[in-house]
């Protein structure tokens, strides 16, 4: 099967269909994948998922991931040289990584596959309610048990994090596919839902010098901006 015959390449044109086709939009989610190929110096074709237009509702797209959301890839030359389409950013972190053979140590494995998937179930969900209750509509809501059972366990979370990168610049010892899946949601907690004041981030001693190491790295200032907006 080429990549005509999936039903997303018709509303996003592969113009390189030898590259990797990159579905997203510049959330704390969809970047990590662009991060991640950059990175990782990994041919792609970015393709802006605009949900101003609704377009992760659009058939297409719910062909290559029924969930909605992004980011999502589609690769021509996925494993035994067929097609594999995925979706789910954890996931493709880990594709991308054993494809390149770059930010998931052998040695290390383990140990970075333990903090991405702190990322995917703790810091991610618990910090995206935060934000709905501190930066978006959930700020209307009178009762205001909801906003302090995510802003204690944000706080908690950091505190955890702040601890693991005692004596350390990376999560897992050396940089890898579980930083880049923290930090674009710590970036977004400061400086978008503007929350982490709330979350104790004054009070923390590792993780702010932590992520203004990640935001200098030439290949994360290049994927914090990939899709480009038209």
Same mark, same amino acid.
């Given at each position: @099967?080429?990549?005509?015959?999936?039903?997303?390449?018709?509303?996003?044109?592969?113009?390189?269909?030898?590259?990797?086709?990159?579905?997203?939009?510049?959330?704390?989610?969809?970047?990590?994948?662009?991060?991640?190929?950059?990175? @990782?110096?990994?041919?792609?074709?970015?393709?802006?998922? #605009?949900?101003?237009?609704?377009?992760?509702?659009?058939?297409?797209?719910?062909?290559?991931?029924?969930?909605?959301?992004?980011?999502?890839?589609?690769?021509?030359?996925?494993?035994?040289?067929?097609?594999?389409?995925?979706?789910?950013?954890?996931? %493709?972190? %880990?594709?991308? +990584?054993?494809?390149?053979?770059?930010?998931?140590?052998? #040695?290390?494995?383990?140990?970075?596959?333990?903090?991405?998937?702190?990322?995917? /179930?703790?810091?991610?969900?618990?910090? /995206?309610?935060?934000?709905?209750?501190?930066?978006? +509509?959930?700020?209307?809501? &009178?009762?205001?048990?909801?906003?302090?059972?995510?802003?204690?366990? $944000? +706080?908690?979370?950091?505190?955890?994090? &702040?601890?693991?990168?005692?004596?350390?610049?990376?999560?897992?010892?050396?940089?890898? %596919?579980?930083?880049?899946?923290?930090?674009?949601?710590?970036?977004?907690?400061?400086?978008?839902? !503007?929350? $982490?004041?709330?979350?104790?981030?004054? #009070?923390? !001693?590792?993780?702010? $010098?932590?992520?203004?190491?990640?935001?200098?790295?030439?290949?994360?200032?290049?994927? @914090?901006?990939?899709? $480009?907006?038209?």
């Amino acid at each position: @099967m080429t990549l005509a015959g999936f039903p997303i390449t018709r509303r996003w044109p592969a113009t390189r269909p030898e590259a990797i086709q990159l579905y997203s939009l510049t959330t704390p989610n969809g970047v990590k994948v662009s991060i991640a190929l950059e990175e @990782m110096g990994l041919d792609y074709e970015a393709h802006l998922v #605009d949900f101003g237009t609704n377009d992760q509702f659009s058939p297409e797209f719910l062909s290559l991931n029924p969930n909605n959301k992004i980011p999502a890839i589609l690769d021509p030359n996925g494993p035994g040289g067929t097609p594999l389409p995925l979706f789910e950013s954890g996931a %493709i972190l %880990i594709y991308l +990584a054993e494809k390149s053979g770059k930010l998931l140590p052998q #040695d290390r494995r383990y140990e970075v596959l333990q903090w991405l998937m702190f990322q995917m /179930g703790g810091l991610g969900p618990m910090f /995206g309610q935060l934000g709905f209750f501190h930066h978006f +509509a959930g700020k209307e809501i &009178d009762d205001p048990r909801p906003k302090e059972r995510y802003r204690a366990e $944000a +706080a908690r979370l950091l505190k955890v994090l &702040d601890g693991a990168l005692e004596g350390r610049d990376w999560i897992a010892g050396e940089f890898s %596919i579980a930083d880049i899946a923290i930090c674009p949601w710590l970036n977004t907690l400061l400086n978008f839902y !503007k929350a $982490a004041g709330i979350a104790g981030w004054d #009070d923390l !001693k590792n993780v702010p $010098a932590y992520l203004e190491r990640f935001l200098a790295r030439p290949a994360v200032q290049r994927g @914090m901006k990939i899709p $480009a907006r038209g």
